[in-house]
């Protein structure tokens, strides 16, 4: 790693031990639901995508709100869909936004060291992923390895819900997989569960609709 690279990281981690936790995880949650309807009411203000950001973020390390595990799908795009700027959120992105090892470690980094207080897991309909796992489609290269994290959650959803079929499986299965990654970050990373218990720390799930853009927030 160059030593520019190092001071870069020193530098969000020096300025991310200031900024913690100047924002309530609820009301980070409210910031990105009220960014949310914003985008919905076709009233994005699209904050802070100028070169004056870029340059304060170069020279003062990021900042970001929240932590997003969420789809590599297209269509889900967190900054637009919450209607936040550059440097606002810090983003996972992962076909079926699955929790496996390197996830794991992205988040752990979003929270520890950049010290987002919220962590939002975010499904979306029509999910190709979980349909994937879904259908047992025979997929090629890599992809068998992805359906591999993401069948243990769809098999479980068919045998609890036996009279789901098509888009009805595919909905509860999509849900489940969103469930699960929560649940992974939960189990695998002690000290974020430490933190959520000291309430540092919110953990929640969404499911976007890619039809009408609404999301729609799992209870936990
Ligand atoms: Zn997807």
Known sequence: MKAASLAAIALALSSSLACYAESTPQQVWDRLKEGNK????????????????????????????????GCADARVPPEVVFDQGFGDLFVVRVAGNVCAIAELASIEYGVKYVKTPLIVVLGHTQCGAVDGAVSGAALKGSLPKLMALITPTTDKTKKSHPELKGNDLLNAAIEDNVRNSIAEIRKNSPGLTDLVKQKKLLIVGGIRNIEDGTIRWLSN
Do not use: C, E, V, W
């Open 38 to 69: 914003r985008y919905l009411a076709g009233k994005s203000i699209h904050p802070r995508f100028d070169a004056a950001k870029r340059q304060q973020t170069a020279l003062n390390g990021q900042k970001p709100i929240a932590t997003i595990l």
